[in-house]
């Protein structure tokens, strides 16, 4: 399985990004398609995920702000960021969540910068 995130940036506050992740190489039912995000010093915290069924989730923190979406015909998952703020400056991931045992699976990461 290879994830490759894309689209982080350096932004000021209120501005959009959209990040998006190329997913090869899935041969196994997926459960959920997701992002998290990991800041200096802090865990690494769910962002937005996606089941197979189409229904999403979202962390308080960005509901509202947040959207993700996908294109199985292209394997790919986005997240769109709008009103971006200081606090959701990290590292963001995307992950792959297998329905059988429920192994993930995690791209290299992308950088998203707000600043304020």
């Known amino acids: 399985v290879r994830l490759v995130e894309s689209g982080g940036a350096l932004v000021q506050a209120g501005g959009s990004l959209r990040l998006s992740c190329a997913a090869s190489?899935?041969?196994?039912?997926?459960?959920?398609r997701g992002w998290y995000r990991q800041a200096p010093g802090k865990q690494r915290e769910l962002v937005a995920t996606l089941t197979s069924d189409g229904s999403s989730n979202y962390a308080d923190s960005v509901k509202g702000r947040f959207t993700i979406s996908r294109d199985n015909a292209k394997n790919m998952v986005y997240l769109q960021m709008n009103n971006l703020k200081s606090e959701d400056t990290a590292v963001y991931y995307c992950?792959?969540?297998?329905?059988?045992?429920?192994?993930?699976?995690w791209g290299q990461g992308t950088q998203v910068t707000v600043s304020s």
């Open positions: 190489g899935i041969s196994f039912t997926v459960k959920t």
């Open positions: 992950n792959v969540q297998s329905s059988w045992m429920k192994l993930d699976y």
